[in-house]
């Protein structure tokens, strides 16, 4: 039986919630349906792990934590996944992948609240809170947040 989206996603946000909380190093890879997560270790150098989250495969979010502590978000490497509707923008799973790390993340005040992954009225796809966004679609698929708990900071 396929798992719905909302159960994927929150197979995701509960990885990422125990790597918030018990650092990454605690994540060993494992995938439910589409959705696979995963603590990438580095062999050559001594910084924490980044959380991976892929979805068929492709990275579509690299949570990247603090050395001086593994359990602080440094930054996000937010990524499309290379999966388009017919207008290139992220495809409605991806979206719906991404909003519900994107809001464990907030809620966590790692990033402001209420950063999105959505369709504006005029039809792009955007990344970001209000009027701060940035392009998120075929031509744009990836986009860097830095962690700050207020304040929107793309790099």
Same mark, same amino acid.
């Given at each position: 039986?396929?798992?719905?989206?909302?159960? @994927?996603?929150? %197979?995701?946000?509960?990885? @990422?919630?125990?790597?918030? !909380?018990?650092?990454?190093? +605690?994540?060993?890879? +494992?995938?439910?349906?589409? +959705? /696979?997560? $995963?603590? $990438?270790?580095?062999?050559?150098?001594?910084?924490?792990?980044?959380?991976?989250?892929?979805?068929?495969?492709?990275?579509?979010?690299?949570?990247? %934590?603090?050395?001086?502590?593994?359990? !602080?978000? #440094?930054?996000?490497?937010?990524r499309t996944g290379d999966f388009y509707d017919?207008?290139?923008?992220?495809?409605?799973?991806?979206? /719906?992948? @991404?909003?519900?790390?994107?809001? #464990?993340? =907030?809620?966590?005040k790692f990033i402001p609240e209420g950063v999105r992954v959505f369709?504006? /009225? *005029?039809?792009?796809?955007?990344?970001?809170?209000?009027?701060?966004?940035?392009?998120? *679609?075929? =031509?744009?698929?990836? #986009?860097? @947040?830095?962690?700050?708990?207020?304040?929107? !900071?793309?790099?």
């Amino acid at each position: 039986m396929a798992r719905s989206n909302r159960q @994927l996603t929150q %197979f995701a946000v509960d990885k @990422l919630r125990q790597a918030m !909380v018990y650092g990454p190093d +605690t994540i060993s890879k +494992t995938a439910q349906g589409n +959705t /696979e997560v $995963e603590a $990438e270790t580095c062999n050559h150098c001594d910084r924490p792990a980044p959380f991976v989250i892929r979805l068929y495969g492709k990275d579509i979010m690299r949570i990247f %934590f603090s050395p001086i502590n593994p359990r !602080v978000v #440094a930054g996000v490497l937010i990524r499309t996944g290379d999966f388009y509707d017919s207008k290139g923008r992220p495809s409605r799973t991806t979206r /719906e992948r @991404l909003n519900g790390l994107l809001d #464990a993340l =907030g809620t966590a005040k790692f990033i402001p609240e209420g950063v999105r992954v959505f369709i504006r /009225e *005029d039809g792009s796809c955007v990344l970001g809170k209000g009027d701060a966004c940035k392009a998120f *679609d075929a =031509g744009h698929p990836g #986009a860097m @947040l830095l962690a700050h708990p207020s304040d929107l !900071v793309f790099s």
